[in-house]
Nanobody, 116 residues
Framework: QVHLVESGGGLVQPGGSLNLSCAASGSINSLYAMGWHRQRPGRSRELVASITTRGSINYADSVKGRITISRDAAKNTVYLQMNSLKPEDTAVYYC??????????WGQGTQVTVSS
């Protein structure tokens, strides 16, 4: 079983930055990819960014150029550096762990609020 611990959410003004982190522990030998998804008010959960163990990265079009995902394999941790934040980035951000086979594991979620 995989356990994910997220941190780094909070309140930030428009144009500001936040860095989210997600540390994985437990049965992580079969990791394929980790990523971040978000659920904005009144909307379904959507992919923000993901990174595979081979370093292949995927971004949602809405965040390209403003958000960077990275991974520290030694620490089993994935980061999401978010710059030039907009009010529409307000959401609960969820870390996701995707094994090579089996079901995705979700983190508990961290709130990001972009507001003046």
């Amino acid at each position: 079983q995989v356990h994910l611990v997220e941190s780094g959410g909070g309140l930030v003004q428009p144009g500001g930055s936040l860095n989210l982190s997600c540390a994985a522990s437990g049965s992580i030998n079969s990791l394929y990819a980790m990523g971040w998804h978000r659920q904005r008010p009144g909307r379904s959960r959507e992919l923000v960014a993901s990174i595979t163990t081979r370093g292949s990265i995927n971004y949602a079009d809405s965040v390209k150029g403003r958000i960077t995902i990275s991974r520290d394999a030694a620490k089993n941790t994935v980061y999401l550096q978010m710059n030039s934040l907009k009010p529409e980035d307000t959401a609960v951000y969820y870390c996701a762990y995707d094994p090579r086979s089996g079901l995705r594991t979700w983190g508990q979620g961290t709130q990001v609020t972009v507001s003046s």
